[in-house]
């Protein structure tokens, strides 16, 4: 079971619902054969981490691959700089730009260009760490380096990591997705069996969930809402679920409490039985949405 937990904006509680569930269940799941996977994919700005502090298991580097010009066998034909949809190259005349922070790895104008001239090479973009907490909790963390715009490759191969390692049935898998509704959160959920929804009970809240509902409804995935900081703000979020037959399925309290452990870098569940009780419920909604599902 996959997983992926998503807002319309950042700071709705992603990381807090994210980092919680994980906690639960590899608690919930000692004893049992089944196992715990939370990855971070908000390769931007990763934070899980903070939460979560394993021994390193995994070290990679990640790279993308990017065209490199060969003027000794270019012709200045132009057909590489006409064939590119995304200008990450300019013909000069007498000269080829590449432009990586542009390019998107789509090999036209490497597999187009009549003399080779444009051979697609490495081009670092990122790193990816596996860490093991215990037998029943492991965590990835995929970083983008310093001054990389893109975060969708590293997000693929992310992705990849976890069907190739990672696919078997004793794995209950958590995303932890980028925040917005852009080209890296669509490209976290893929895969994903179910996606939650987080949000705050806020005018701002609520008008980027809507976004968000938008985004899963083209993208025909199944979701459900997860209101955090719950206690603040109004009913708009509440209303209009009911109204649209959207299931809520959680109402993490707003509490002083977990904002002084959120801020020292700890999980909740453990420590405030309210949330305890709240993120066990929200666990049992998702086996009763992916069982009406299947």
Known sequence: MQIAIASGKGGTGKTTLAVNLSVLLAEKFAGSRQKVLLIDMDVEEPNSGLFIKGKLQQQEVKYRLVPEWDEDKCTFCKRCANVCE?????????SVLVFPELCHSCYACSD??????LPMVQHRMG???IFSLNNHLQFIESRLDIGVE?????IE????????????NEWFTILDSPPGTSCPM??????????????????FGFHDLKLAMETMDELEKHYAVVINKYGIGNDDVLNYCNEKQIPIIGKIPNLRAAARLYSAGKAMVDAIPEIRVEIENIYQ??????????
């Open 127 to 129: 790193e990816t760490k």
């Open 150 to 154: 893109q975060a969708t490759p590293l």
């Open 285 to 294: 909604q998702i086996l009763k949405l992916t069982e009406a599902e299947t």
């Open 112 to 117: 187009l260009c009549p003399e080779d001239a």
């Open 157 to 168: 191969q992310t992705r990849k990591l976890i069907k190739e390692q990672y696919s078997g």
């Open 186 to 203: 669509m490209e976290a959920v893929k895969d994903a069996d179910l996606v939650i929804l987080v949000t705050e009970p806020t005018p």
């Open 86 to 94: 995304f200008n990450a190259i300019a013909f000069l005349g007498v």
